[in-house]
């Protein structure tokens, strides 16, 4: 590859968080090069987020990012087996719908935008080495010596690894297993369904005109390569309360073993972590690519400033984020409480299926019901701040 000798800023990773820094910086004429282990064609084809809060999506526009949203999605039901209950948040929240937007779209257009601007991309690169310090980042036989290096390389961060005992990691595997189901059909309604069953937790959420994604949660021990995938659609399908609706669907599914983390402090040094490889966070609620956009706008103007010899925003990043990143794990935890069958593993003991289903329940009850809990529920899951109160 030809290379970029003397950047300020190494970005390790072609993700969300990597790809909205690397145009932030671009913008703002910082010299930083970008690379990814994964071939150019191959980035973000993994199927994972494919809904966008609304604050996400004014963030991109502020900061001026070209991408088009435009398919709402404004409500969610809640189905168990004795309750339906379809809940209009973007109307509790002053009209603030999500947008369904498939990660692998905004990977592919951002990738797309600053090919065109010429942009130091190097795709199929794997980042072997990172000494924090320094800093140096090591890929085959070039070694970069930049100001600052970012890890916006996921779950597996080699540059996270490379902090070693400068950060603490708080790490969380659950006891809990979701199938990832990508299903080559139109949705089954215009809005998402979170199905709460004995047997575990359905979802339905819309990706597009003609993919759905549907989750389905299996004890741990059960993949979804070993389920024969007609009793598979079948399963979801009557979780979902939609008999039928699936036979003869084109599906792939993927096993996704859930955990949280969360990396403190997300600096040492010129070291920075953004996104999946600063934390982790389970899909209930959609809320990690959200996150990782979030880091990735918050250090490049920290970068940017520094770059003009004002440090402080850039010194001050992981104090910034970790507050608004506790409070979303705390609400993604709670959730996924609410939606899994698996949290009678945790509670234990005799009857203690038939219990956590009733507080299940009781949940969907409450949020139907009262208004104080739907509204804190709108506001959180939209990724809106509540107004203050007025004095
Ligand atoms: C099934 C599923 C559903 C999800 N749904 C939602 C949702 O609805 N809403 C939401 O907000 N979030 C969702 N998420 C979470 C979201 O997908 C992640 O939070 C998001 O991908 C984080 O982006 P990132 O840029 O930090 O990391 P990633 O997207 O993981 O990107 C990391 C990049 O780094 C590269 N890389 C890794 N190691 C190296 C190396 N050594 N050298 C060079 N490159 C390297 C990888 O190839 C990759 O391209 C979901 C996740 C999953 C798994």
């Known amino acids: 590859m030809e290379i970029v000798t003397d950047p300020e800023v190494v970005i390790v990773g072609a993700g969300p968080a990597g790809l909205v820094l690397a145009w932030m910086l671009q913008r703002a004429e910082v010299?930083?090069?970008?690379?990814?282990r994964q071939a150019r064609d191959e980035v973000g084809t993994l199927?994972?987020?494919g809904i966008v809060e609304y604050r996400t999506v004014e963030l991109l526009r502020r900061e001026g990012l070209p991408l088009e949203f435009d398919a709402e999605n404004r409500r969610v039901e809640f189905r168990t087996p004795r309750t339906r209950h379809v809940f209009d948040y973007a109307d509790l929240t002053g009209d603030r719908p999500h947008y369904v937007f498939p990660q692998h779209r905004l990977v592919a257009e951002l990738v797309e935008?600053?090919?065109?601007?010429?942009a130091p991309l190097y795709f199929g690169h794997r980042v072997t080495h990172v000494d924090p310090d320094r800093p140096s980042v090591t890929v085959g036989d070039t070694t970069w010596h930049p100001r600052a290096v970012v890890g916006a390389d996921g779950a597996n961060s080699v540059v996270a690894r490379a902090l070693g005992d400068r950060v603490r990691v708080l790490d969380r595997p659950l006891a809990a297993r979701w199938l990832v189901v990508s299903a080559r059909t139109a949705p089954l309604v215009g809005h998402t369904i979170y199905a709460i069953h004995p047997r575990g937790y359905a979802a339905h959420l819309r990706r597009g005109p003609d993919e759905t994604r549907f989750y389905l949660e299996v004890p741990v021990e059960v993949s979804g390569a070993d389920l024969d995938p007609d009793d598979l659609r079948r399963d979801l399908a009557d979780r979902l309360g939609e008999p039928g609706a699936l036979d003869g669907v084109e599906i792939s599914v993927d096993d996704l073993d859930l955990r949280t983390r969360i990396t403190t402090p997300m600096q040492a040094g010129p070291a920075f972590l953004v996104g999946d490889a600063a934390h982790l966070i389970t899909p209930a609620g959609g809320k990690g690519m959200n996150l990782a956009v979030a880091d990735a706008v918050e250090l490049?103007?920290?970068l940017i400033e520094a770059n003009h010899g004002d440090p402080g925003r850039r010194d001050a990043y992981s104090d910034t984020r970790l507050p608004v990143i506790a409070q979303t794990q705390g609400f993604s935890d709670w959730?996924?409480?609410?939606?899994?069958?698996f949290s009678s593993d945790a509670l234990g003991g005799d009857g203690a299926a038939a219990f956590v289903d009733a507080m299940r329940e009781g949940w969907v009850r409450r949020l139907r019901d009262d208004p104080l809990l739907a509204r804190w529920f709108a506001h959180a899951y939209a990724g809106v701040d509540a107004e203050p109160a007025k004095p």
């Open 31 to 36: 010299p930083y090069v970008l690379v990814d």
């Open 47 to 49: 199927p994972k987020a």
């Open 113 to 118: 935008a600053l090919g065109d601007e010429g």
């Open 300 to 302: 490049a103007h920290g």
């Open 335 to 341: 959730f996924l409480r609410v939606l899994s069958a």
